[in-house]
């Protein structure tokens, strides 16, 4: 009987979900965001500039240091909500730790919100930095990186659902009802060894279409309900 009702929920939820979504964002038309210029850090700002640098139309973060001290963070100016953010990364050794912020605020030097994982065994992963730490851990992501080469980072966030994925592979498909709904982009290079990690070729959407890669809306409202159950109705407020 529970089989049966899971079979008749499903599809009847992710049908009143795209409805819901799709609503809201004609009220919020799509507006795509240049945040870098591929030549200086201009919108960017950290507590250590030190740590950053622009090179071949990439952000470039720990190059030249003998060692990471503390989280560095750049953060971009730009405030987001609702948003699809596409960036290519390139984690030098693999086997150290970076990150992309996203709805988080600044904490001193600190970050607080949450972090698309970056590093061997962690890519692909949603964490809460300074927070509630690790949120949706399965990884489902990593075999598709590229050690030590360029990878395709996309994360989307529309309301309470969050999804990411890895050279076009899904990844994370998480919803938390109380969940952050804006805040700032940025980006990590982590306290450690020495390292190198780069972005370029950032792409940042506001109010964007529920897809990412080569998955559909329903396709993505499906991994929600596969990863939680159901998807949360209340978001995008």
């Known amino acids: ?9 499903s599809p009847i939820v992710i049908l009143l979900f795209v409805l819901v979504l799709n609503s809201c964002s004609q009220n919020n038309p799509q507006r795509v965001v240049s945040v870098f210029n591929g030549h200086d850090l201009s919108g960017w700002s950290s507590s250590d500039m030190s740590y950053w640098s622009v090179s071949d139309s990439a952000i470039v973060g720990g190059e030249g240091k003998d060692s990471i001290v503390n989280n560095q963070f750049l953060w971009h100016e730009e405030k987001v909500k609702d948003f699809y953010l596409k960036v290519l990364v390139k984690m030098v050794p693999n086997t150290t730790n970076a990150g992309i912020q996203f709805r988080s605020q600044k904490m001193g030097e600190e970050a607080l919100g949450y972090q698309a994982d970056i590093g061997e065994g962690v890519w692909g992963r949603l964490y809460h930095e300074s927070g509630r730490e690790k949120l949706h851990w399965e990884g489902k992501g990593e075999a ?41 982009i940025a980006l990590q290079v982590h306290a450690g060894p020495s390292q190198l990690v780069k972005y370029k070729s950032i792409k940042l959407i506001h109010n964007p279409e529920i897809e990412i890669g080569e998955y559909s809306e329903s396709e993505l409202m499906e991994a929600l309900v596969k990863s939680n159950g159901s998807p949360y109705l209340g978001g995008n407020q």
């Open 1 to 9: 009987m529970e089989l049966l009702k899971k079979c008749f929920f």
């Open 144 to 184: 598709a990186v590229k050690k030590n080469e360029w990878n395709s980072y996309e994360i989307l966030a529309v309301g309470n659902n969050i999804w990411t994925a890895i050279n076009g592979t899904l990844s994370v498909a998480y919803q938390e009802p109380n969940g952050e709904l804006d805040g700032f």
